[in-house]
């Protein structure tokens, strides 16, 4: 149970992290500057307040560390057999508008990958070509209260502020050609 309202805690601080490192920064720095300026004891105290920033700084990074951490755990790969596809304009941009197994996906032409594979057909994948499209998902056992944060990394595609400790690509075209 507690560990349980400590994880909260750290997922409510993680997504105002910007804010709260702001805040430690200014209750740091705006008496360094006053003691400096009108006290005779600046070097003892300034170094109080030094180590306080410093120890702000290095907690709000061990939550993003957690915080990563948690969404290379919480991230899945659901592949699906692309039984035709094609490439069309959707609200004035590029898409692919790919027919699975599992229904009709229309995915922006910039956000996915494509990869072309040679392979030795055998018994069970006969000559010819397999399209699959593998989608990264979060898995369903993720706490709501971790869903959004980790959905808002996720669509990121690791871009920002926050880098992922591991690379994850969202949408992949695989284009098999057995030989």
Known sequence: MIMHLIDKLIYLIVTHWLV???????ACVIPIFYIIGFTDKSVVRTMKY?????LWLVTIMIFCVKANLDFTNSIKTVS?????YRIKNYKSKACYFLKTNNGTKVIP???IKLEENDKKANK????????????????NNVPKYRQRLLQAMLESNNEG??????????????????R
Do not use: C, M
């Not at 030094?50 to 410093?54: E, F, G, H, P």
């Open 124 to 139: 069970i994948h006969p000559i010819g070509t397999v399209i699959t499209y593998k989608q990264v998902v979060l898995k």
């Open 109 to 111: 032409k910039d956000s």
């Open 50 to 54: 030094l180590v306080a920033l410093i």
């Open 20 to 26: 709260l490192t702001l805040v430690g920064i200014l």
């Open 161 to 178: 502020l926050q880098k992922t400790i591991k690379f994850v690509t969202r949408n992949k075209l695989v284009r098999t050609n057995y």
């Open 80 to 84: 699906y057999r692309v039984e035709d």
